[in-house]
């Protein structure tokens, strides 16, 4: 086993932490897949307003690539398709109904073909960029994650002592992907995981943003020019290993309900893209709180839970403020601009890969992207900067800022 201790990081504490004891199962009418969450998929539709699906089923696929498919997570009906700008798949919404999911030969298909005719393979994602990885390439190296330090986070270690057997199972399999190694990046007290000369486990120390996919693989193997990282949730590898063993996708994960808003933070087991009302059905307190998908540094409001998100954050809702016009004329009022940044130690500590932090955040902040990129941008992705732009005040969102960036880098490549 490796250990590596990250000496930066900021201890973030909120009220409304879940226990590990008990895990709940709410009643989930509703779930919506977004388009946005599958970046570099340009969907084409398999399903249409009115159909019926099961667990599994093909739901739409890459137009550029018809390998890549993304599965239904529930059985149901598709009660909405809703197409965005670009004639984008904005979401889709399935209505949640009992029906026998759909079997799949796993002893007729290799790894990478199961992946994808599954639709698993979805959950992975190819660094730099942050695109759903091509089938056709094979990474440097791969990252699975199987700890969590954002406040409220579910312990992956809990997850992976109860399911052991498809966790191996899911771990051996996906060294078929790759020619380097496997990391398995875990905290300190996750059981032991099964080595080999491709699998080595990291036992990962310190402060928020310890266990980000940033932090872990800048860690322990920097991306490097030319090369392509792959990273995958010890959630997707142990629903990987169960599709191994049984035959059949289980679309269920294990997420946390954290924040002060909860009547009782609780750990519960729902349907990937299950609608937050359904979710927290009768757990909020009185009073007004913003329901988030995701941790609550780094969270946003949506009204399901988010692909790759594997917490819901109940948080205070701020009082609406009246923002005086900064000119006379109705039509001419313009929003206030953000604060200048103010270099100070937190926003130093809050970024986990080891890059000039403040001269990266201005390049940011003023769209130089040659500069952008000179001082680590396409090592990152927006999860690595929520840290940041909560240490900086929040005024600029940096992650939204740094995929600006990484768009022009790409497009440019």
Same mark, same amino acid.
């Given at each position: 086993?490796?250990? +590596?201790?990250?000496?930066?990081?900021?201890?973030?504490?909120?009220?409304?932490?879940?226990?590990?004891?008990?895990?709940?199962?709410?009643? !989930?009418?509703?779930?919506?897949?977004?388009?946005?969450?599958?970046?570099?998929?340009?969907?084409?539709?398999?399903?249409?307003?009115?159909?019926?699906?099961?667990?599994?089923?093909?739901?739409?696929?890459?137009?550029?690539?018809?390998?890549? +498919?993304?599965?239904?997570?529930?059985?149901?009906?598709?009660?909405?398709?809703?197409? $965005?700008?670009?004639?984008? =798949?904005?979401?889709?919404?399935?209505?949640?109904?009992?029906?026998?999911p759909i079997g799949?030969?796993?002893?007729?298909?290799?790894? +990478?073909?199961?992946?994808?005719?599954?639709?698993?393979?979805? $959950?992975?994602?190819?660094?730099?960029?942050?695109?759903?990885?091509?089938?056709?390439?094979?990474?440097?190296?791969?990252?699975?994650?199987?700890?969590?330090?954002?406040?409220?986070?579910?312990?992956?270690?809990?997850?992976?002592?109860?399911?052991?057997?498809?966790?191996?199972?899911?771990?051996?399999?996906?060294?078929?992907?790759?020619?380097?190694?496997?990391?398995?990046?875990?905290?300190?007290?996750?059981?032991?995981?099964?080595?080999?000369?491709r699998v080595h486990?990291?036992?990962?120390?310190?402060?928020?943003?310890?266990?980000?996919?940033?932090?872990?693989?800048?860690?322990?193997?920097?991306?490097?020019?030319?090369?392509?990282?792959?990273?995958?949730?010890?959630?997707?590898?142990?629903?990987?290993?169960?599709?191994?063993?049984?035959?059949?996708?289980?679309?269920?994960?294990?997420?946390?309900?954290?924040?002060?808003?909860?009547? !009782?933070?609780?750990?519960?087991? !729902?349907?990937?893209?299950?609608?937050?009302?359904?979710? =927290?059905?009768?757990?909020?307190?009185?009073?007004?709180?913003?329901?988030?998908?995701?941790?609550p540094v780094g969270?946003?409001?949506?009204?399901?839970?988010?692909?790759?998100?594997?917490?819901?954050?109940?948080?205070?809702?701020?009082?609406?403020?009246?923002?005086?016009?900064?000119?006379?004329?109705?039509?001419?009022?313009?929003?206030?601009?953000?604060?200048?940044?103010?270099?100070?130690?937190?926003?130093? =500590?809050?970024?986990?890969?080891?890059?000039?932090?403040?001269?990266?955040?201005?390049?940011?902040?003023?769209?130089?992207?040659?500069?952008?990129?000179?001082?680590?941008?396409?090592?990152?992705?927006?999860?690595?900067?929520?840290?940041?732009?909560?240490?900086?005040?929040?005024?600029?969102?940096?992650?939204?800022?740094?995929?600006?960036?990484?768009?022009?880098?790409?497009?440019?490549?």
């Amino acid at each position: 086993m490796i250990s +590596k201790r990250f000496r930066r990081g900021l201890a973030i504490s909120i009220d409304g932490v879940p226990g590990a004891d008990t895990v709940v199962s709410p009643p !989930v009418k509703h779930v919506t897949l977004y388009g946005a969450d599958y970046r570099g998929v340009h969907a084409n539709l398999s399903v249409a307003e009115g159909e019926r699906v099961s667990v599994g089923t093909t739901l739409f696929s890459d137009r550029s690539c018809p390998e890549i +498919k993304v599965a239904s997570p529930v059985a149901g009906r598709i009660s909405e398709i809703v197409i $965005g700008a670009r004639r984008r =798949l904005a979401s889709m919404t399935i209505e949640v109904e009992a029906a026998v999911p759909i079997g799949f030969e796993t002893e007729r298909l290799n790894t +990478k073909e199961l992946l994808c005719e599954s639709g698993l393979w979805a $959950g992975m994602v190819a660094r730099p960029f942050g695109s759903v990885p091509d089938p056709s390439r094979r990474p440097t190296a791969l990252f699975v994650s199987a700890i969590d330090t954002a406040p409220g986070a579910p312990d992956p270690g809990r997850l992976i002592h109860e399911n052991d057997e498809n966790f191996a199972r899911g771990i051996e399999a996906l060294t078929n992907l790759t020619d380097g190694p496997v990391f398995v990046c875990v905290d300190q007290n996750t059981p032991n995981i099964p080595e080999n000369r491709r699998v080595h486990t990291v036992a990962i120390s310190g402060l928020h943003p310890a266990g980000t996919f940033g932090t872990l693989i800048d860690l322990v193997h920097p991306l490097h020019s030319g090369g392509e990282i792959w990273q995958i949730h010890a959630q997707d590898v142990i629903a990987f290993g169960h599709l191994l063993t049984t035959g059949y996708v289980s679309g269920e994960r294990i997420v946390g309900q954290c924040g002060p808003g909860l009547k !009782v933070p609780q750990l519960v087991q !729902v349907p990937m893209g299950a609608h937050l009302v359904d979710m =927290l059905a009768d757990n909020v307190a009185d009073g007004r709180w913003k329901a988030m998908s995701g941790p609550p540094v780094g969270g946003f409001e949506s009204a399901a839970l988010r692909r790759n998100h594997f917490q819901v954050s109940v948080l205070p809702r701020p009082e609406p403020t009246a923002v005086r016009p900064r000119r006379w004329l109705p039509g001419n009022t313009k929003p206030p601009n953000p604060d200048a940044l103010i270099p100070n130690r937190a926003v130093d =500590l809050a970024l986990g890969p080891d890059v000039p932090v403040v001269p990266l955040l201005r390049a940011l902040s003023v769209g130089d992207v040659e500069t952008a990129d000179r001082l680590g941008a396409r090592s990152l992705l927006e999860e690595d900067m929520a840290l940041v732009t909560y240490a900086a005040g929040g005024q600029q969102d940096f992650g939204m800022l740094l995929r600006r960036v990484l768009d022009q880098i790409e497009e440019a490549a």
